[in-house]
């Protein structure tokens, strides 16, 4: 095992946006560290491919997959009670799902992204999966975590940028990343009060 200080054999994470570049490397660090692995996404063909890639490289066994829309509060408390169902508990939460603005047109990047011209329907998107998706995830797996005193984990991915402003007029990543801070500061003392160790 590459990872032998951060052992997480018997561990369960779940990923938000699994399906994608990001999701698959924060699954296969965690598989290698011995993790079992929840991917979560919206496509279950993006899913299914997903997990056969990573099961060329890892036990099979330890990547389960579930459709999943963070926006949908009853969607994240149905897959959470299914995991329940099966015995599964989920030790960590990793909300990583986030939209990847497309270029439509023959705009480029920087003017579309531009705060005078993001549209307001790309941004209330970005809002509700990035941000208000990860308080949803955190507060149905973090809230259970809590429940049983066994505690949990629950990272946040967001990018440099919620640290430094970058030297372009991008509105939507940047506010994003931002606005998550605050929330992993926050969010994870509110749920797991009650424990101090997993």
């Not at 408390?77 to 799902?97: F, H, P, S, T, Y």
Request: glycine share 8%; charged share 20%.
């Amino acid at each position: 095992m590459a990872f032998e200080k951060f052992d997480l054999t018997g561990k369960v994470a779940l990923i938000t946006g699994a399906a994608g570049l990001l999701g698959m490397e924060h699954a296969a660090a965690l598989l290698e560290s011995g993790a079992t692995v929840v991917l979560t996404d919206m496509s279950t063909a993006a899913l299914d491919a997903a997990a056969q890639r990573l099961g060329e490289q890892y036990d099979r066994a330890r990547i389960l997959t579930a459709v999943m829309d963070v926006s949908d509060p009853a969607v994240i408390e149905g897959v959470a009670q299914k995991l329940r169902d099966q015995g599964v508990r989920v030790d960590i939460l990793v909300n990583n799902a986030a939209i990847d603005p497309k270029v439509k047109g023959d705009q480029g990047v920087m003017e579309t992204s531009r705060l005078e011209h993001f549209p307001l329907d790309q941004w209330n998107l970005q809002v509700t999966v990035g941000l208000t998706g990860a308080f949803l995830c955190s507060q149905v797996f973090g809230s259970a975590m809590s429940r049983d005193g066994k505690g949990g984990v629950i990272l946040n991915i967001a990018s440099d940028l919620s640290v430094f402003a970058p030297d372009a007029p991008d509105s939507s990543t940047s506010s994003m990343t931002t606005s998550c801070v605050p929330h992993t500061r926050c969010a994870p003392m509110a749920c797991l009060r009650r424990t101090n160790s997993w």
